[in-house]
């Protein structure tokens, strides 16, 4: 079998979407499975749909990177996105071809430089994780290249102010997909705070202000990457040979915090794309982290202790995907904000992903850290619930309950907190050492004092839960029946 490239596509009489040659108009720092099966489907998308016309130049972020793979592939790779739609099970395959090439800044920084020279460039795309977005002051801008992200980014925009720089409408519009608060604003902060450092000037400044656009987005895809296991049966199958294929959910959704006008430059509502530009992105944020990572967290741990290992397998149990569904539609949606039916069609699709056939996701894998989880998921619409019906929510409730029963553990290693289901298996509880340390210091507690002790920890909540009224005990209450009666009967009886 030859390689994946253009010539082999022809010569398999590929009759998909291919766009061979446009302008670069997008940069995009980071190579990884997650942009290339996200911001680059997308612009695959927006190319066949709009005619936005547009190649992708990839900068991997760090030395060790795609860059050789995926220029001896010309750009090409096959996404298949998979999963549970509509009650159907789905695999869709698409050839993309946005990609023009990858740059290694390492070995090539004057060639990514001279990108910055291209008058047709006008969005800059990122994703190099959450730690990539960090001001380190001992980057200086004759390093080659700066060492962080914002570093490289403020070298590049400092060449594209040299070449441009008295023209108006010559700036970027950057999208960053980091998976921190408001990663726009902070990426603008990081770029500023180099501009300022290494004295390039307040012409400089006042033109990363005036002519550049940082969004700060949410991005919401699982991307599973390059399926190890059966690549080379897909190949087969294909009938080429793809290193660098790349599966995702076929759930996809991005919202971009930006002006009405990028609505013309990024026509995704053109395309039919679920793609939202809007001038706040933080509604939408709110609703993943409480509906989407909330339910996770809400259930996982009673699921587990009531036998339980994977999320599909969860979702065709009456009584489990039933506690989810109340915990969701009539406890975590009244505290939010955006219109319900939008809050209850994104509801719906959060059961189908849960049901994605392509997706093992383990229940244990979901439980790190899951302290700091219940805080900053669950604990919002706690509150909220409490503030608006002035009433405990059952299933919150007792999903704190299961959160104490599944750290209740035994013995403490290195590896974490050992704790014991019903049936007799063990498990290891990971997050930060002193929580861990707590739990096994309260080992040998009750119900009721372990709850106490839980509840009254400010350093894990915050504040002292034993000040919402009721709570306390109803926890203690539902702790005491899942020792008695086990999680699941808890979760029936909170139906």
């Known amino acids: 079998m030859e390689k994946l490239s253009y010539q082999t596509l022809e010569k398999l009489g590929y009759d998909g979407y291919l766009l061979k040659d446009a302008p670069e108009r997008v940069l995009q720092f980071g190579e990884g499975n997650f942009l290339r099966a996200f911001v680059d489907y997308f612009i695959d998308v927006l190319n066949e749909k709009t005619g936005f016309n547009s190649k992708v130049v990839l900068c991997q972020p760090i030395a060790p990177g795609l860059a050789d793979m995926i220029n001896e592939q010309e750009g090409l790779y096959t996404l298949f996105l998979r999963g549970f739609e509509n009650g159907q099970k789905v695999n869709d395959k698409r050839v993309i ?4 090439r990858c740059l290694n800044p390492y070995s090539e920084y004057e060639t990514v430089l001279a990108c910055a020279e291209n008058p047709d460039l006008r969005f800059i795309a990122c994703n190099t994780t959450e730690a990539g977005i960090t001001y380190d002051p001992s980057c200086q801008f004759t390093d080659v290249p700066a060492d962080s992200y914002p570093g490289k980014l403020t070298q590049f925009l400092y060449r594209r102010f040299e070449k441009f720089g008295k023209e108006a409408g010559k700036g970027f519009v950057i999208l960053s997909c980091e ?16 501009a300022k450092q290494w004295n390039l000037g307040d012409e400089f400044l006042n033109w990363i202000k005036a002519e550049n656009i940082f969004c700060s987005t949410l991005v919401d895809r699982i991307v599973t990457g390059y399926p190890r296991s059966e690549a080379a049966e897909i190949c087969e199958e294909l009938g080429y040979i793809d290193n660098i294929i790349d599966t995702g959910e076929v759930f996809g959704f991005w919202v971009i915090e930006g002006p009405d006008s990028l609505k013309k430059e990024l026509p995704f509502e053109k395309a039919g794309l679920p793609v939202v530009i809007c001038g706040d992105h933080k509604p939408y944020k709110q609703r993943k982290v409480r509906i989407l990572n909330g339910a996770h967290t809400s259930f996982v741990l009673g699921a587990y202790l009531a036998g339980q290992d994977i999320v599909r397998n969860c979702m065709d ?6 506690f989810m569904n109340k915990t969701i539609y009539d406890e975590i949606i009244p505290t939010l904000t955006l219109p319900e039916e939008e809050l209850k069609s994104f509801a719906a699709s959060v059961t189908e992903r849960f049901k994605n056939p392509f997706i093992d996701h383990a229940l244990l894998a979901i439980s790190l850290n899951s302290t700091s989880k219940w805080k900053a998921r669950v ?25 104490i029963a599944f750290y209740h553990g035994t ?44 509840c009254t920890n400010t350093e894990f909540w915050g504040e002292d ?8 005990a109803a926890v203690s209450g539902y702790l005491k029946d899942i020792e008695e009666k086990g999680a699941y009967a808890v979760m029936k009886e909170c139906l």
């Open 179 to 194: 998976l921190i608060d408001n990663n726009g604003k902070e990426l603008e902060k990081c770029v500023l705070s180099y």
């Open 97 to 100: 071809s946005c990609v023009s």
């Open 317 to 322: 149990d009456e009584v489990i995907c039933g």
């Open 379 to 403: 604990m919002p619409s706690l509150k909220g619930y409490v503030e608006k019906n002035h009433a405990l929510p059952s299933c919150i409730t007792a999903s704190f309950a299961f959160y």
């Open 411 to 454: 013995t403490l290693t290195e590896d974490g907190l050992t704790g014991v289901r019903p049936a007799g298996d063990t498990y290891t509880v990971k997050d930060d050492k002193q929580i861990l340390q707590f739990f096994y210091d309260h080992k040998d507690e009750d119900a009721a004092a372990l709850t106490h002790s839980v």
């Open 465 to 472: 839960l034993t000040a919402i009224e009721g709570f306390e």
